[in-house]
């Protein structure tokens, strides 16, 4: 008997452990790139502190940063959209959210409304095999993190029209099973709860600049957008749910370089919007983003124009959203905690970068003070696109009349800005650094210094009198944080 009843434990303890072993199995395994995003959704809507919901596509991932929403105006808000995501796709995401969460707005973005396609997996209804394979798999990041029940498997059988690809959204073993050469040491820190998550609240930050931006022709009277498509039809069903619920909406159409289709869908927010009597924001037909500095590419913002996206709303919101600011809260450090952590990506960025455009792009975020000095007849005179960032710098056009040399001293400390061209001095500048002074003498020899410090010449060193542009960033204190030389070299600045 005795022994009947130690094989019994025996095999209920080996049978537990090997349960355990699958679990574990399974969740270090699964891809993360969907649990990165939401862990700190989860966290946060456990403590009631979202206050703000931002629903839609790549395009509000890129465009909104909850961080830059905290750090300058207390809102707690949380960046819910997906690559890809269409707006049958946000009305499913809406639901889950609104499970753990009720907020006191919920921003909606209504790109690609123009879209009508059903289901995600139909192949006949998309314009390609990639983009139907895209879509599909960019659904992931949606949805994996969501638990499985009732309501994902109704929005899976709402989205996806095969039962094979349905399988891959509610039994994510299928196809996360063979991952195990892939892990790294993030997958197994899921089991411990410390794998890594995004600390921008859903948001993704982008540097690259897009100095070519496509120009598209004006919408007309033909290219609007009469009939309904799925993209209104889910629209139409996300303001009711909110409706429903008590939770003001609004809509909005964020920033890029849009195309007549895109202007048409727009427009047709806008009408919906007012059928609904609710607000809303199209930011196409507002002067809010430079498209010459402010891109990642012709559709999505960089981190400059994300800041100023984040800005705009963040106005509106704290006008008209009756919210709380939440900072100096001791319950709300952790958002301090990923403020503080990003600008120290910033600037982290700002000194790692390589990247004239990028760099000059991403001075005009920081605070900090910079000059930079052109070397007279340098290609810098013929480059339309940094000379286009310059004149953001300087809010002048003068470097735009000379062949040089040129320079830009900008001191945010103080709130001035200097600018020389030609054979021009400046004299008594009142800067962080002192009281500068400039004098070009020469093609490679000219002189910056201080009333303080009249033997030290910022702009001469002898291993790099050649290079025809030089940067010199300081902090408040004056001290110098980076002195960059670069040459030119067929439309590339290298250091």
């Avoid at 931002?54 to 940063?65: K, L």
């Avoid at 704290?318 to 709380?324: A, K």
């Avoid at 910022?458 to 670069?486: F, M, R, T």
Wanted: proline share 2%.
């Amino acid at each position: 008997m005795k022994k009947t009843l130690m094989n019994i434990i025996k095999s209920a303890v080996f049978l537990c452990l090997f349960g355990l072993a699958i679990a574990a199995t399974v969740v270090i395994v699964k891809r993360k790139e969907s649990d990165y995003k939401y862990t700190d959704f989860f966290n946060e809507a456990k403590k009631d502190h979202i206050d703000v919901l931002f629903m839609g596509s790549s395009h509000v991932i890129n465009a909104i940063n909850p961080v830059f929403l905290f750090e300058e105006y207390g809102i707690t808000s949380y960046n819910m959209g997906g690559h890809g995501a269409m707006l049958q796709a946000t009305y499913w995401e809406l639901q889950q959210a609104l499970e753990y969460c009720t907020p006191k707005w919920v921003v909606v973005d209504t790109y690609m409304l123009e879209k009508n396609i059903k289901y995600l997996d139909n192949r006949e209804e998309f314009d390609d095999e990639d983009e139907v394979n895209t879509s599909v798999e960019q659904l992931h990041l949606n949805m994996d993190a969501w638990p499985l029940n009732n309501l994902k498997r109704a929005a899976i059988d709402d989205l996806i029209q095969d039962d094979g690809v349905k399988k891959e959204f509610l039994y994510e073993f299928i196809i996360y099973h063979n991952r195990w050469k892939y892990l790294n040491e993030s997958d197994f820190k899921t089991i411990t709860g410390t794998a890594d998550r995004n600390r921008l609240f859903g948001a993704e930050m982008r540097y690259e600049v897009e100095l070519e931006p496509e120009k598209y022709p004006e919408v007309s009277e033909s290219d609007l957008l009469t009939e309904d498509t799925v993209g209104t039809e889910y629209l139409e069903k996300i303001i009711e749910l909110c409706q429903e619920r008590g939770i003001p909406v609004v809509l909005t159409y964020y920033p890029f370089v849009a195309d007549t289709k895109d202007q048409a869908a727009a427009i047709r927010a806008g009408q919906i919007a007012d059928s609904f009597d609710v607000p809303y924001i199209n930011m196409l037909d507002l002067d809010i983003i430079d498209i010459y500095s402010d891109l990642n590419d012709h559709g999505h913002l960089n981190v400059v124009g994300a800041k100023k996206v984040s800005d705009y709303m963040g106005q509106w919101l704290s006008e008209t959203g009756d919210l709380v600011d939440h900072r100096g809260d001791e319950s709300f450090s952790y958002w301090q905690e990923c403020v503080d952590n990003f600008n120290e990506e910033l600037d982290d960025t700002l000194f790692s970068e390589d990247n004239l455009y990028i760099k000059l792009d991403l001075l005009g975020l920081e605070d900090y003070n910079f000059v930079l000095y052109v070397n007279g007849n340098s290609p810098v005179f013929l480059d339309d696109y940094l000379k286009r960032m310059i004149r953001k710098s300087s809010m002048s056009n003068k470097i735009a009349s000379t062949s040089g040399p040129y320079i830009i001293v900008n001191d945010n400390s103080t709130g001035y800005i200097y600018e020389a061209c030609g054979s021009e001095e400046l004299r008594a500048m009142n800067t962080a650094m002192g009281t500068l002074n400039y004098q070009p003498v020469e093609q490679y020899f000219r002189l910056l210094y201080s009333d303080e410090d009249p033997d030290t010449n910022y702009l001469y060193d002898e291993a790099h009198y050649l290079n025809d542009i030089q940067l010199i960033i300081y902090d408040e204190d004056g001290d110098v944080l980076e002195h960059d030389y670069y040459k030119s070299n067929g439309g590339n600045y290298v250091r």
